[in-house]
Structures are given as structure tokens and as C-alpha cells.
DNA sequence: GACGTAACTGTACCACAGGTACAGTAACCT
DNA sequence: AGGTTACTGTACCTGTGGTACAGTTACGTC
């Protein structure tokens, strides 16, 4: 019998974040206590400060990871969807129908629901957490601003319409369906509510 | 000089509802202490306890008090509208209209504040508060596809629609518009989101 | 092979929040 | 006069976030 001498860890921050994630994303940032993530992955408290000198800079870096993975997601969706498509407009609804696919498939993975868990327990986050939060919605308008806007050069809009409104619309249809899909335990309704945001989009523009 | 004798109060228990409400929609649920609320209300410790078995309890009272404060002003705000109007879809438009000035006079205000807090911090509440957060989901649902099954029996739309998915499109932008206003600390994103779903009814059923 | 650094452990301690458990009391209603 | 309502006071317990700091162990580097 070898003796499994305990080995240094290098990825037990990652760990941490990993284990914290889950945890928020079930039970909400305030429900998870330090305790038991240290028991999770087998360190001591002293373990857990010496990664994060406090629960905050735990929320920081979530959302950092958070927003960095959902950049990419956006990004490789919206670049397979224009692949398909040279049209401005036709390329936005596949995407949009890519979208709606992936948020059926895994809802919870979202980061907006960490921004909102993070909006609505504002006393507990420092000014950092609530610009790093504030910065990445302002990301997603620019992101789908300049596709409205190239749409609205092809496609001129059957009625007036504010883009930068437009673009918001479909993040705050993301949130708001993911409190509507916990409010009522059902996860399709996110999912419909973006399909929903594509017909409004194809009536505004389509000729 | 008149001693005031410490007069017994019958309204203790509206005043702490009061009083955590403003603190709840202030800084969120876990952050509103028990002790700041007694001290603001004049009390101990014990006549909190006396008044609510527990914090489940009171946010249960809160939310049951917002819900029907809610459901008041919608019933008075589409009231009105269907006074000055007799078309279904013109009716719902108006009432639209009437409910995006309202929130954009009082955002904070809105019970879906308190539903998403509740929602975010999960584990926090029982059952029946969870029950009841659903149920008031529900009720606007229905009370939004009755008027929608009325003007989709006048104007055909345009495009298939679900009825149910569009009924929650607005209790979806108006949980999802708190989120944004928050993160971006900009309330008029709420009212400005309503008056989109209106122009979207509007390019669906109007001829 | 010595030396510094990264990644921890261990111990001790603190404040505050959410309770629990009762016994007592003052005002009000009948 | 007696019961109910609306509390007060005291004491005590748990869990959570956090501080302080000294000690330890593996690893890479010179």
C-alpha cells in the first residue's frame, strides 16, 4: 500500500471558484457559507483567506471568469451563425435561434444570473463588483447595438425604433426570464422569451 | 410639562412592515438586520418575535402585502383605460402606456423587486413563500391572456403567436428591467422596455 | 544542498445575526 | 376583577464572516 503523501495543490483556487459557482447557482451567494466551501474541496479557513482576502474578492472573481466565458460563448455562436450568412439581419436570427437553443440546453450556466443574485444583494459587493457587473451588461448593448445597427442600414424599420432600447431588450429578457424560470420552475420559459424577442425582431425589420 | 406615558400602539406590526420594506428594496433581504428594524421602530428583540415567528414570516407578510397592492394598481390602470377606450387592443395600449409613466414615476416600488429578490436568495425561504411568489407570477399571466385572447379575436396576428409566452413577456421585462435598472443605476430602462413590448403588440395584432 | 517562496495548517479569538426560552408587566376591553 | 394583547428583560446558543499571526511543507532555483 502506498502512502498518498498529501500533494501540494496549484488548482485549488480553481477548485474554489468551481465548487462556489455551483453552490450560488443553486442556493444564492448569501446561502453559501466560506465552511462549506473549505470542506468541499479540503482546506481550512486559513486556506480560504489566504486565496481571497474575503467573500468579495470570491464574488469578483466569479464574475470575472463568469463574463470572460460568456464573451466567448456570444462570440463563437454569433460567428457560426454568420458563417451560415452573409445577410446582416438573417445572420442575428440564426444566432438568436442558436441562443435560444444553447439557453434551453443549460440556463442555469448564465451569467446573468450571478449579476442579478450580485444587484440584488447590493450592500454585500464593493463599488468593483457592481462596475465589473455594470460594465458587462454595457458590453452586451454595444455587442447587439452594432448588429441592429447594420441591420437598420439594409433593412430600414417599419416603425421608429431606439436601438440602444432594442439591444437591452434582449438582456433584460435574459435576466428577467431566468427570475421568471426560478419563480416558476420552468426553464423553458427563457428560452420562449428569446424566440419571442427574434419575432419582434423579424416584424421590425423584414420587408 | 406632560409625561408622555408610553402609549400602547396597535400599529407596530405596519410599522415594521413599513420599515423593512423600504430597508428590503434598499439593500436587499440579507442585509436587513432584525436589530436595525426594532431600533427603528421602537421595540425589542422579543416584540419582533412576538409580531413575526421568524424573518421567513415576515418576508411572507411583505410579499403578501405587495402582491395585493399590485394587483390594485393594475386593476385600477387598465380600469381607466378601458373607460376611455372600447377596442380591446386599444384598451391594453393605453394601459400599457398608463403602467411604463407609472413605472417610470415609481420603479422601485414594483413587487417584482421583492419576487426576485426572494428568488435569488432561494434557500432562505420556505415553501409557502415560494408558493405565493409563484402564484402572483401566474395571476399576471392570466390577467395579461385573457386581454390578449380578446384582441387576438378582433385582429388576427400577423404571425403565430403563444399567447401564454407573450402574456409573461411583460412580467419577464419588468423583472428583467429592475435587474438592468439596477446594474446600470438607470430607471428609465423599465418604462422605456414596456413601451417596447407595446410597439411589439402593436406590429403583431394592429391591422 | 541552501534558500526563498507559494500554499497552505493550527490556534485563538471577535462581533454580529438569527434565533430560543421564558418569566414578568402594563394597558385595554369586557 | 379578569383575561387578553402587546409587549419588556434577561439569559443563552449557534453559525457565519473575519482577524491575527506563527508555524509548516513542498517546489523551483541558484
Not at 485549488?12 to 443553486?26: K, S, V
Not at 464573451?71 to 445577410?87: Q, S
Not at 446582416?88 to 451569467?111: I, N, R, S, Y
Amino acid at each position: 500500500m502506498l502512502q498518498q503523501v498529501p500533494r501540494r495543490r496549484t488548482d485549488t483556487r480553481e477548485r474554489l471558484l468551481g465548487l462556489a459557482e455551483q453552490a450560488i447557482l443553486a442556493k444564492g451567494f448569501a446561502s453559501t457559507s466560506i465552511d462549506e466551501l473549505i470542506a468541499g474541496v479540503g482546506i481550512t479557513k486559513s486556506g480560504f483567506f489566504y486565496h481571497f482576502r474575503d467573500k468579495n474578492e470570491l464574488a469578483r472573481a466569479l464574475l470575472e471568469r463568469h463574463i470572460a466565458r460568456d464573451r466567448e460563448l456570444l462570440d463563437d455562436i454569433f460567428r457560426r451563425a454568420d458563417e451560415l450568412n452573409d445577410d446582416p439581419l438573417h445572420g442575428f436570427l440564426v444566432g438568436l435561434k442558436l441562443f435560444a437553443e444553447m439557453m434551453d440546453a443549460l440556463p442555469q450556466a448564465h451569467p446573468g444570473c450571478l449579476a442579478a443574485t450580485l444587484c440584488y444583494q447590493d450592500q454585500l459587493f464593493d463599488r468593483t463588483v457592481h462596475a465589473l457587473n455594470a460594465e458587462s451588461v454595457l458590453a452586451w448593448r454595444r455587442r447587439f447595438r452594432a448588429r441592429l445597427e447594420a441591420i437598420a442600414a439594409s433593412y430600414p424599420p417599419r416603425q421608429p425604433v431606439d436601438l440602444d432600447a432594442l439591444a437591452d431588450m434582449l438582456s433584460t429578457l435574459v435576466e428577467g426570464g431566468l427570475v421568471m424560470g426560478r419563480a416558476l420552475k420552468d426553464p423553458t420559459i427563457l428560452p420562449r422569451q428569446i424566440l419571442l424577442f427574434r419575432d419582434f425582431l423579424r416584424l421590425t425589420f423584414a420587408p
